[in-house]
């Protein structure tokens, strides 16, 4: 009898919205043979393939991959589809592993529903999960736009050269090999991998010059840096709002109170990259993470503590300790404290925030 077929999680280890599902799958308690892992090099542009493009042509990670409902019978062909958005891959985990659920496991772990359980819940955690993937919070930019100074320009660049090269190097080969009839691609493909490699360039073009000063930049090299640091700025400038608006909006130390949902799986994978960004580890509490994150986003930005600390552990589950009951907190740090002692979080951050 040949094995039933199985789920693929296509994603890149370091990729912020490839997180998500990963954090999903050690909730939910799937078993380690339950879903394949496939890991996509964005760094040499595996996910730019005419192959990964079938499955996903937006390029991104992650994509799941999972069979039809009516095809998992070891007697029927298998069939499959691709869902290929962040939102929509943890909804599937969710509901994809539940008393309610047929789905084939061999797993005993508990499986927690994340979803909300009330219609209010449900408006605020869409309200949570959209603001962390809006053009205002979206961490990816930041990723590119960590630098407002020359001096952080130059140690920024020194960090992602290598991968921008391996990026461009990758969309370029595609392109040659396309114009020579080596691989097929579509006119709408072609144009997909053109896009990418002149946003690419573009960042080369200011990295690959920040080691020169001011003085030894031609003119044009010389408003390109420009541009590039007053859009860092403006970046991490419209980040004040969007930290402002989660940290009033979350319930505490959760997003929505007391217990874990699928909100706080975007929130932890999103807040991870701000602190990793910020220059915070894993080993942090939240008062000295989020006390990172305000200081890097800079102009003397600060959350208010509001939040009683001993209340936000002992709603966590946590040991308050020696802590003063009067010690009190932003709802930010509070969830990075609760987050962080998930054996979800520590499997995908222990090694290092990213």
Do not use: C
């Not at 930041?142 to 992602?160: C, D, G, H, Q």
């Not at 009067?326 to 969830?335: C, G, I, V, W």
């Amino acid at each position: 009898m040949s094995a039933l077929p199985k789920a693929a999680l296509y994603y890149s280890p370091n990729s912020i919205w490839a997180s998500v599902p990963l954090l999903a799958l050690e909730e939910k308690g799937y078993g380690a043979d339950e879903v394949d892992l496939k890991v996509v090099d964005i760094s040499k542009g595996e996910n730019f393939e005419p192959t990964y493009l079938r499955l996903n042509p937006g390029g991104t990670v992650p994509t799941l991959v999972v069979p039809l409902q009516k095809t998992l019978s070891p007697e029927i062909e298998s069939r499959y589809k691709a869902i290929q958005d962040t939102k929509s891959i943890v909804e599937f985990l969710d509901k994809s592993r539940s008393a309610q659920s047929r789905t084939h496991t061999t797993s005993t772990a508990p499986s927690p529903s994340l979803a909300p359980a009330t219609i209010a819940f449900n408006a605020a955690s869409h309200e949570i999960v959209d603001l962390l993937h809006s053009q205002a919070a979206d961490p990816n930019a930041l990723f590119y736009m960590n630098a407002r100074s020359e001096t952080e320009l130059k140690a920024l660049a020194t960090k992602l050269i290598p991968f921008l090269v391996g990026r461009r190097d990758a969309l370029a080969r595609l392109l040659t090999e396309s114009d020579a009839g080596n691989i097929s691609a579509s006119d709408k493909t072609r144009s997909f991998w053109q896009v990418k490699k002149i946003a690419t360039d573009k960042f080369l073009q200011v990295f690959e010059e920040a080691e020169k000063s001011e003085g030894e930049l031609s003119d044009d090299a010389r408003q390109r840096r420009e541009e590039y640091l007053k859009s860092s700025h403006a970046a991490w400038t419209a980040l004040k709002d969007v930290l402002i608006t989660l940290n009033k909006e979350i319930i505490g130390p959760y997003a929505l109170g007391d217990q874990l949902s699928i909100a706080d799986l975007h929130l932890a994978a999103w807040l991870s990259r701000i602190a990793s960004l910020s220059g915070a580890t894993p080993a942090e509490d939240g008062t000295s993470v989020l006390g990172k994150i305000e200081a890097h986003v800079g102009d003397e930005f600060t959350l208010p503590k509001e939040f009683s600390v001993v209340e936000a552990r002992r709603r966590a589950g946590l040991v308050a300790g020696n802590i003063e009951p009067s010690e009190r907190q932003n709802k930010l740090a509070a969830f990075w404290d609760a987050i962080k002692e998930r054996p979800s979080w520590k499997k995908v951050y222990g090694a290092g925030l990213h």
